[in-house]
């Protein structure tokens, strides 16, 4: 087991900067997810961290050794790629055994019969088979071993790609988007196997994804990358509910934020939407600054138009998911509103959870209705122009009461 630190760790691929004095911690035993968009630097920081790659500045380590210097075989970790990297020749035992074999057995114990003439050979030789087996038990592929990978499914094929790392008892657990082949219900059941792997193995475990459900439901941390930076580094609560920017705030969570253009108007007056509705929160900002305001669909409810604070809005979409519904909506000025809704104009939107489901279809809207959303402001976000969250209080009769938020 190693913990896993990465100082300012810099790669530069002609002008292209791919990794931007990077600076990461992963602890031992700990999980963490590397989430962001295609091209934001996860694999290259995972690459390096391999041996596959080096970085132009910064340093690797890996428990108290500096990696730097050291060849991706030297440096005991093992990875785990998204199209598998099996031998196809090979059957799964062969697999299994191969990075082991290569490990643990000199040139002539691998040939044909030779190996069986010292007793010394034979006892490795069955080390590896125990070793083989082993891993074969914990993934429940016992039954494939004597196949070819063309012979296995998609999630077989993952599972044998995860039981050749497992053999290896390496320090630390590279997996670069391991999951993206597989369709979403294999998916969500092999999340939960590398994570019950993981809590079993408890080794330092770095995984790679573009898709922030499975580092929100994997990770003990995660770090959420743009542009070879990390923005931002911490739990998923953390990261949920104290993000530092937009930009973090935008990429987690299921359905996305919804997101408000407002002016910050005199002192304690509120600040006022792009809609013209006026919402009572106060920010340390100057008459007039542009700021975005954040609200998840868990904090807005569905009530009537006339009623007081709520925003009004019609119903563009209703999304039933069984035991809840998300309910989209476009809001609009009471007045102006209907007739810009008619011309078809863009209103900005917002996405509310209704805590009501197939049961009590009846009694929720439909498309096109016209209704009244109220948001507990208590649980805004807002953010300055450049994207930075900053403190707010929420407004109670006219004055600047609660604050709420400290950044
Ligand atoms: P994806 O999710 O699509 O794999 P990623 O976040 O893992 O994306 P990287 O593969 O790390 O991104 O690539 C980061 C940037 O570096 C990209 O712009 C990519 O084009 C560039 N890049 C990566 N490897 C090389 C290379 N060998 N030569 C030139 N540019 C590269």
Same mark, same amino acid.
């Given at each position: 087991m190693a913990s896993v630190h990465l100082s300012d760790v810099t790669r530069r691929f002609g002008a292209h900067?791919? *990794? &931007?004095r990077v600076n990461l911690s992963v602890n031992e035993g700990e999980f963490v997810a590397l989430v /962001? @968009?295609?091209?934001? /630097?996860k694999s290259t920081l995972l690459r390096m961290i391999a041996g596959l790659d080096w970085p132009d500045a910064g340093a690797i380590r890996i428990g108290e050794r500096d990696? *730097?210097? =050291?060849e991706a075989a030297e440096r005991d970790v093992a990875m785990v790629f998204q199209n598998y990297a099996?031998? @196809? +020749? =090979?059957t799964i035992r062969q697999n299994l055994a191969t990075p082991l074999a290569l490990r643990r057995l000199r040139a002539w114990e691998r040939m044909p019969l030779l190996w069986r003439l010292s007793s010394a050979s034979r006892e490795r030789h069955a080390r590896i088979d125990a070793d083989v087996s082993a891993a074969a038990d914990l993934l429940g592929i016992g039954a494939l =071993? %004597? !196949?070819?990978?063309?012979? =296995?499914?998609g999630g077989q094929r993952q599972r044998v790609a995860l039981g050749r790392a497992i053999? !290896? #008892? @390496? *320090?630390v657990f590279l997996y670069d %988007? @391991?999951?993206?082949?597989?369709d979403a219900e294999l998916r969500a059941s092999m999340r939960s196997e590398i994570v019950e792997l993981h809590r079993r193995l408890g080794v330092a475990t770095i995984y790679v994804t573009h898709d922030q459900v499975e580092a929100m439901t994997m990770a003990d941390r995660i770090a959420v990358m743009r542009g070879g930076r990390i923005l931002q580094f911490g739990t998923p609560a953390e990261l949920y509910t %104290?993000? $530092?920017?937009l930009e973090v705030a935008r990429t987690l969570g299921t359905p996305g934020i919804g997101v408000l253009r407002a002016t910050v108007r005199a002192s304690s007056a509120g600040l006022a939407t792009a809609c013209g509705c006026v919402l009572p929160l106060a920010v +340390?900002? $100057? #008459?007039g600054a542009s700021v975005s305001i954040g609200l998840r669909a868990e904090h807005l409810a569905l009530t009537s138009?006339? &009623? +007081?604070?709520a925003l009004p809005a019609r119903v563009l979409q209703v999304e039933c998911l069984g035991a809840d519904t998300l309910v989209h909506v476009g809001l609009y000025e009471t007045h102006a509103g209907a007739h810009r809704a008619a011309h078809g104009e863009a209103q900005p939107r917002l996405i509310v959870r209704a805590p009501r489901g197939l049961a009590e279809i009846a009694s929720l809207p439909r498309s096109g209705d016209v209704v009244g959303v109220r948001a507990d402001l208590s649980h805004a976000l807002v953010f300055d122009d450049a994207g930075r969250r900053v403190t707010h209080d929420v407004i109670v009769s006219g004055a600047s009461m609660r604050r709420v938020a400290h950044v």
């Open positions: 900067v791919a *990794a &931007d /962001g @968009p295609s091209g934001c /630097g990696v *730097a210097a =050291l099996l031998y @196809p +020749h =090979l =071993l %004597e !196949r070819k990978p063309a012979a =296995l499914s053999v !290896r #008892q @390496p *320090a %988007e @391991p999951l993206s082949n597989l %104290e993000p $530092a920017s +340390h900002a $100057a #008459q138009i006339g &009623d +007081h604070g």
